[in-house]
Nanobody, 125 residues
Framework: HVQLVESGGGSVQDGGSLRLSCAASGDTGSISCMGWYRQAPGKEREVVASISMHGLGTYFAPSWEGRFAISQDKANHTIYLQMNGLNPDDTAMYYC???????????????????WGQGTQVTVS
């Protein structure tokens, strides 16, 4: 089993930046890809970005490509989401997700991930 813990959310002004972190523990050797989803109030959860833990690539949803960057610290089973140029539309709960090779194609989740963190709130005003 895999546990995910996010950190780094908070409140920031329009145009500001935040860096989210997600640390995996448990059966980390089974993880093939990790990523970030977000859920804004009244909306469905949607993917933001994801990354292969084996250097096989990354994926960005078009809405965030160019403003956000995803990276990993493979030795510490941690991924990061650097968010720049934040605006009020970025306000949401951000969730870390992970899964095994059957659920990943390179850096892309090909099924809804099974492992989730508890979420970290990002508020932009």
């Amino acid at each position: 089993h895999v546990q995910l813990v996010e950190s780094g959310g908070g409140s920031v002004q329009d145009g500001g930046s935040l860096r989210l972190s997600c640390a995996a523990s448990g059966d980390t050797g089974s993880i093939s890809c990790m990523g970030w989803y977000r859920q804004a109030p009244g909306k469905e959860r949607e993917v933001v970005a994801s990354i292969s833990m084996h250097g096989l690539g990354t994926y960005f949803a078009p809405s965030w490509e160019g403003r956000f960057a995803i990276s990993q610290d493979k030795a510490n089973h941690t991924i990061y989401l650097q968010m720049n140029g934040l605006n009020p539309d970025d306000t949401a709960m951000y969730y870390c997700a992970a899964d095994t090779p059957a659920y990943c194609s390179g850096g892309l989740f090909i099924h809804r991930p099974r492992y989730w963190g508890q979420g970290t709130q990002v508020t932009v005003s």
